[in-house]
């Protein structure tokens, strides 16, 4: 269970992060319609990209730089599944209607205002399906985040998926078993105390038909 509260903590600053990140970058993206047309599909590519093969970069340069792996592995378990957030937070913006645009242009809508009363309410949906995507991929990408291996350099940072990772390699089926058991609660109880929240708000208060 301490195993799981360091990874869920790992997975709540890195996709608040980098929510911060591609939020902004994706509202731009969409509402530039050639833009999105080219750049949607390839964060789709990316999404679907193994990060695994850029793992042996990451070791390369946590050991040339004797870094701490408990904060330098963690950027590994979003380093494919925040593609998801991007490409929902571009087609959100893509779907708003076109009267909500130029309504907000004619009654001079801008800055801060134009993002808390047009952009977020209206891209929130969208952003609330695409977090709940890549938070659930980067619960299983933190087995492989969390404990690497390669060639005579092994990366091991606290954490669930690194418990698993290891209970896997010396072939110990009760600890693996109790590692899938213990995080398959953990995303349980994450999806339903916040994220199922958050997208039944969503649904009712924030979709627009």
């Known amino acids: ?80 599944t925040q593609w998801y957030i991007l490409f929902n937070v571009i087609a959100g913006t893509r779907a708003l209607p076109t009267d909500l645009k130029f309504a907000a242009t004619n009654f001079h809508i801008r800055g801060w205002q134009w993002w808390r009363k047009v952009i977020l309410p209206g891209i929130f949906p969208y952003y609330v399906t695409g977090a709940i995507t890549a938070s659930g991929a980067s619960w299983n990408a933190s087995i492989v985040a969390e404990f690497i291996h390669w060639g005579d350099t092994t990366l091991t940072a606290n954490g669930l998926g690194a418990y698993i990772a290891q209970a896997t390699a010396h072939g110990d089926y009760p600890r693996i078993v109790l590692g899938v058991a213990v995080m398959a609660l953990f995303v349980i109880l994450y999806n339903r105390l916040l994220w199922h929240r958050l997208y039944v708000y969503s649904e009712r208060h924030l979709r627009i038909n």
Not at 25 to 53: D, E, K, S, Y
């Open 1 to 80: 269970l301490w195993y799981g509260v360091f990874t869920m903590l790992r997975i709540i600053i890195l996709i608040t992060l980098v929510s911060l990140l591609w939020i902004p970058v994706g509202v731009w993206i969409g509402l530039r319609p050639r833009t999105a047309a080219a750049i949607q599909p390839l964060a789709q590519f990316l999404a679907a990209f193994p990060a695994n093969l850029l793992f042996p970069v990451a070791v390369l340069i946590i050991v040339r730089w004797e870094l701490p792996p408990d904060i330098w592995l963690s950027p590994l378990l979003v380093l494919g």
